[in-house]
T-cell receptor, first 112, second 119 residues
Framework: LAKTTQPISMDSYEGQEVNITCSHN???????ITWYQQFPSQGPRFIIQ???TKVTNEVASLFIPADRKSSTLSLPRVSLSDTAVYYC?????????????FGSGTRLQVQP | GAVVSQHPSRVICKSGTSVKIECRSL??????MFWYRQFPKQSLMLMAT?????????EQGVEKDKFLINHASLTLSTLTVTSAHPEDSSFYIC???????????????FGPGTRLTVL
């Protein structure tokens, strides 16, 4: 799996938009980009997955530039409950059949 | 979405005892499940791959005789920490891939985790 680099931590305030960027310079042609969210003392939860351009769901948006060497997870109008660790993972779409390799993740702290 | 449960959610035991943790896929079948361990403020680290009907595959550095894995059925995998010691205290998480088709088919579903404290 391609290695990913994310900021260790980020701080924000309620109501702001938060953008977390992940670098994956060695991403392969068949690789997809997936983001997971983990609250303290809970298992990770799937947020969003994409291959190129932009993907949006009810929780977040994922922006992927043409060279796919990075991606940005965008959380609109965060609330206190969005305080969590966010992991960016890169791998073939069939990662459901393989174990996931987690990097250090980004610890997001949302302040009131 | 698919649900994975774990039991117990937390356990405290004395050093030298064995602890069994169950991981169940509630509304889907999983021929493969994964076990992770997470220490405080750290990321998840894969321990082993649990395979229904065959032996588990362990990651390098994980003692197979200490962490016994049994994939008893298509919906149940168990992790037994044998002769637990304080250094085994950690957060243990299992995951299972969804077998359904569609956009969400290629993601994994994680259990809520089990907090093990060895005194």
């Amino acid at each position: 799996l391609a290695k990913t680099t994310q900021p260790i931590s980020m701080d924000s305030y309620e109501g702001q938009e938060v953008n977390i960027t992940c670098s994956h310079n060695n991403i392969a042609t068949n690789d997809y980009i997936t983001w997971y969210q983990q609250f303290p003392s809970q298992g990770p939860r799937f947020i969003i997955q994409g291959y190129k351009t932009k993907v949006t769901n009810e929780v977040a948006s994922l922006f992927i530039p043409a060279d796919r060497k990075s991606s940005t997870l965008s959380l609109p109008r965060v609330s206190l409950s969005d305080t969590a660790v966010y992991y960016c993972l890169v791998g073939v779409r069939d990662t459901g059949r393989r174990a996931l390799t987690f990097g250090s993740g980004t610890r997001l702290q949302v302040q009131p | 979405g698919a649900v994975v449960s774990q039991h117990p959610s937390r356990v405290i035991c004395k050093s030298g005892t064995s602890v069994k943790i169950e991981c169940r896929s509630l509304d889907f079948q999983a021929t493969t499940m994964f076990w992770y361990r997470q220490f405080p403020k750290q990321s998840l680290m894969l321990m082993a791959t649990s395979n229904e009907g065959s032996k588990a595959t362990y990651e390098q550095g994980v003692e197979k005789d200490k962490f016994l894995i049994n994939h008893a059925s298509l919906t149940l995998s168990t992790l037994t920490v044998t002769s637990a010691h304080p250094e085994d205290s950690s957060f243990y998480i299992c995951s299972a891939p969804s077998a359904s088709g569609g956009a969400g088919a290629d993601t994994q579903y994680f259990g809520p985790g089990t907090r093990l404290t060895v005194l």
